[in-house]
């Protein structure tokens, strides 16, 4: 098996040329983070304080809707005040390390014309060896570069305390801390000059703690800034380097006839390894560690964007995201008995505690208020979570999830459904007063996506608790018959699902007659009106499709029980993509992986380029406050679920390729049941190889397409076309 990373690392490098424009984007687009904590990657210079530099995961401020805590700014270097200077970052994905290059254009104040003559280069990490560690250094002229101290104290802000020390020996420590928590670090430096250069070299040690909260989210173990100082930096600069290359040898994946989608899905990947540890519990907020947008709060993108992405990537990594979900089981089986309901309702917006963090109101463009809804209506994120723990199981086989608490989730979940629904007298169940993905139809009944993923909750969690004997008989017939009778909104005679009750008599607008997707259509035509409308905001029902696959084979407990209509998707996409204005990020990849499912590859292409240059293009306008973590996970299941077709049918890898001829050879790695994979597919030709022997059924798991389960040996080659 070939390796991953073969040859110069150019083709693993971002860069940016920095604005006063493009400044906040490129901070997040560089971020460098493990897990644990991620810093905004861009050299601090300039003396204005970027907002949450640095950031720890699952550490929150006091305010009562609570946000990610700043914590100490370790990245800060002082160059001599009044000169000008051309900015260049470049991240090389292939090793985490940031490098940052600054070059002379303006005089200073001295009044001599030095343009390009004087330049400052650093390098920066966040080491994923150990944590807790973060890494400096940089070089330039010894009358442009000077020593300050090595920590700083973050933006202030009411609630949020500092507290700086003084340890001796050329160190120093800063703690940032609230009622709910606090980060703290412990810095030292070197500076040694050599001639008219200056090389000042920084460790920076971090550790987190939460106050009053759930377990697994304090950390502080590894080498003290002593030790790290006397292992120096370049040694240090080679182990972050070389675990990162050993991640990417079991993901990476290679596109040589467009690079530039080629780098765009390296970085999405980065930026999602980045996001993850594989610790106690990580939470992964919608932007991650790159941004306080979100304000770290937790959202099913983390659930079905993230985690299926890593689930295959890296799995040890989406362990810890999985036990965030686990962990806070108690808190969403309170939220449900609020409502008078039975089983678990998790929130909408998680944070530390796992109660419900949104907003209960907003602003429009007018100054206006308005209620949000979300908090309490979009509860399909309850069958997201239990879907995200299955989906892992399919992929890894890791049965010590259900004893871990993954088997309770399913079980409260499905409890929770049974409560909710409500039966009319023609026996039909009904799921009412809710939002779907698509949020510009507010409060609508038995909205598709919502019903059809609460079915599979209730029959996924019949056939655990079936296999594990942890739920009475009638209990789980109970379920199975609320699955059976709820109401999807699938008309037979069409083909289609409406997505909600009484969607199909709303007025037949075209997203065309607003604009050009991608497009904020309830910003064009205002919140009422766009109501009245069909257009929808994002995938609802072909998310739908994304998530539930419309043909599974009969098999073990590993499978998903239920499908969608053979031939729905291609009737549903043909109805909801002209009334689609993809109003959120995390629509077009969706879009892209159920079109190429379709068989539909060239007209995915668009839709697929649309997400891989989503942040890079700063499409929304607001990358600025974190990169779209969802979005990248997206990219990521669009290539491998949409154009190679992977999923798991049993104990089988199903593979069936559909790729447009645009794309080349493309190579994929995956892990698949702790075994390691290469595919390499074009639109004519498939390669299959792996390290240990794997189940693998090729070109479809139907049994109009499909083709026998075969046994593909270690280091077999095995080659279709």
Request: with cysteine; hydrophobic share 40%; net charge negative.
């Amino acid at each position: 098996m070939t390796t991953a990373l073969e040859g110069s690392d150019e083709g693993w490098i971002v860069r940016f040329e920095v604005t006063a424009a493009n400044r906040r984007s490129v901070e997040a687009l560089a971020t460098i983070a493990n897990g644990r904590f991620g810093t905004r990657g861009l050299l601090d210079h300039r003396g204005d304080l970027i907002p949450g530099s640095t950031l720890a995961a699952g550490v929150y401020d006091g305010d009562d809707v609570p946000g990610l805590l700043p914590g100490p700014r370790w990245s800060v270097v002082d160059l001599s005040s009044g000169r000008s200077w051309s900015e260049t970052v470049a991240l090389n994905l292939a090793t985490g390390v940031l490098r940052v290059e600054l070059v002379d254009v303006g005089p200073g104040e001295d009044g001599a014309n030095l343009v390009g003559q004087r330049t400052v280069v650093a390098t920066l990490l966040a080491s994923i060896v150990d944590a807790g560690l973060h890494m400096l250094q940089v070089t330039g002229p010894v009358e442009v570069v000077h020593p300050g101290p090595p920590l700083r104290a973050p933006e202030p802000r009411p609630g949020v305390r500092v507290q700086p020390f003084d340890v001796g020996g050329g160190s120093m420590s800063l703690t940032v801390g609230s009622e709910r928590g606090s980060i703290s670090a412990t810095a030292t430096q070197v500076v040694r000059d050599v001639g008219r250069q200056r090389t000042i070299t920084r460790f920076a040690r971090f550790e987190s703690c939460v106050d009053g909260g759930a377990s697994g989210l304090s950390t502080g173990s590894g080498r003290s800034v002593a030790d790290v100082e006397r292992a120096g930096f370049a040694r240090l600069r080679r182990e972050h380097e070389h675990r990162w290359r050993q991640r990417w040898e079991t993901c990476a994946i290679d596109m040589p006839a467009r690079p530039d989608l080629e780098l765009a899905i390296r970085l999405a990947q980065y930026h999602l390894l980045a996001a993850a540890g594989n610790d106690d519990e990580v939470a992964i907020g919608a932007r991650g560690l790159t941004g306080p947008a979100y304000r770290g709060h937790v959202f099913w993108d983390t659930d079905v964007f993230v985690l299926p992405a890593l689930s295959a990537m890296a799995p040890d990594l989406a362990h810890g995201a999985l036990l965030y979900r686990i962990n806070r089981l108690p808190a969403a089986m309170n939220e449900s008995a609020e409502q008078g309901l039975t089983g678990a309702c998790y929130p909408w917006e998680s944070a530390l505690s796992g109660a419900e963090v949104a907003p209960t109101e907003g602003r429009d463009l007018h100054g206006k208020s308005v209620p949000i809804l979300t908090g309490t209506e979009e509860q399909h994120i309850v069958a997201d979570v239990a879907w995200s723990i299955m989906n892992h199981l399919r992929w890894t086989g890791a049965d010590e999830l259900l004893a871990a608490g993954g088997a309770d989730v399913l079980i409260e979940t499905a409890r929770y459904w049974q409560s909710r629904a409500a039966f009319d007298d023609g026996g039909f169940g009904h799921i009412r007063g809710v939002i779907g993905p698509d949020e510009y139809h507010e409060t609508v009944d038995d909205n598709a996506f919502t019903n059809g993923m609460a079915r599979w909750n209730l029959r996924t969690a019949a056939a655990v608790a079936a296999e594990l004997g942890t739920v009475e008989d009638e209990e789980r017939r109970s379920w199975l018959r609320t699955a059976e009778n709820l109401v999807d909104g699938y008309s037979p005679s069409e083909g289609i699902h409406e997505q909600f009750a009484g969607y199909f008599r709303l007025e037949p607008v075209l997203t065309a007659a607003v604009g050009e997707p991608p497009l904020p259509a309830d910003v064009h035509t205002g919140h009422d009106r766009i109501q009245q409308t069909q257009i929808i905001k994002q995938a609802d029902v072909l998310m739908l499709h994304h998530l539930l696959p419309d043909t599974l084979p009969a098999g073990s407990l590993d499978l998903l029980p239920d499908t969608l209509p053979a031939g729905s998707l291609e009737c549903d996409l043909d109805h909801y993509l002209p009334r689609t204005a993809h109003g959120s990020s995390l629509s077009p990849a969706i879009t892209a992986s159920v079109l190429a499912r379709a068989g539909r590859p060239q007209q995915a292409v668009r839709w697929f380029e649309l997400a891989a240059r989503f942040d890079l293009d700063d499409v929304s306008g607001t990358t600025a406050g974190g990169v779209h973590l969802a979005t990248m996970g997206g990219l990521w299941q669009a290539l491998a679920n949409g154009f190679f077709g992977l999923r798991p049918a049993g104990d089988a890898l199903a593979v069936d390729p559909r790729l447009p001829d645009e794309f080349g050879v493309v190579t994929l790695r995956i892990n698949w049941r702790s075994v390691p994979v290469r595919l390499e597919a074009s639109a004519e030709q498939l390669i299959i190889e792996a390290q240990e022997e794997i189940d693998v059924a090729v070109a479809g798991v139907g049994t109009t397409r499909g083709r026998d389960v075969r046994a593909l040996r270690r280091d077999e080659r095995w080659e279709l076309t």
